[in-house]
Nanobody, 123 residues
Framework: VQLVESGGGLVQAGGSLRLSCAAS????????MGWFRQAPGKEREFVAA????????YYADSVKGRFTISRDNAENTVYLQMNSLKPEDTAVYYC?????????????????WGQGTLVTVSS
């Protein structure tokens, strides 16, 4: 599966953005999907995960209650709705695919990555 993110940009603190990740290739609905981010000078970190059906989700504590991950298997797309954005959310956001939900939440054995989309939150 190949992944392409979009929807990043510049937003003021307290604002919202919705990121999209479009998948091509076979078997999108078989994969758990996730979002990660990497801020300047920091390591990549897990943000959110969703299982193949959309029935299970998991979030990093830093975004819980503010971000929502969802997917549309008919459109081969996964989304990240980001509300109440903070300057510390500034990062390049990546989507990823994994064969198992447990692998995604452990950031383990990820099968594919997108190229990333930049989110900048101004104070």
């Amino acid at each position: 599966v190949q992944l392409v993110e979009s929807g990043g940009g510049l937003v003021q603190a307290g604002g919202s953005l919705r990121l999209s990740c479009a998948a091509s290739g076979r078997g999108f609905s078989d994969y758990a999907m996730g979002w990660f981010r990497q801020a300047p000078g920091k390591e990549r970190e897990f943000v959110a995960a969703i299982n193949w059906s959309g029935g299970r989700t998991y979030y990093a504590d830093s975004v819980k209650g503010r971000f929502t991950i969802s997917r549309d298997n008919a459109e081969n797309t996964v989304y990240l709705q980001m509300n109440s954005l903070k300057p510390e959310d500034t990062a390049v956001y990546y989507c990823a695919a994994a064969a198992a939900f447990s692998d995604m939440i452990r950031s383990n054995a990820l099968d594919a990555w997108g190229q990333g989309t930049l989110v900048t939150v101004s104070s």
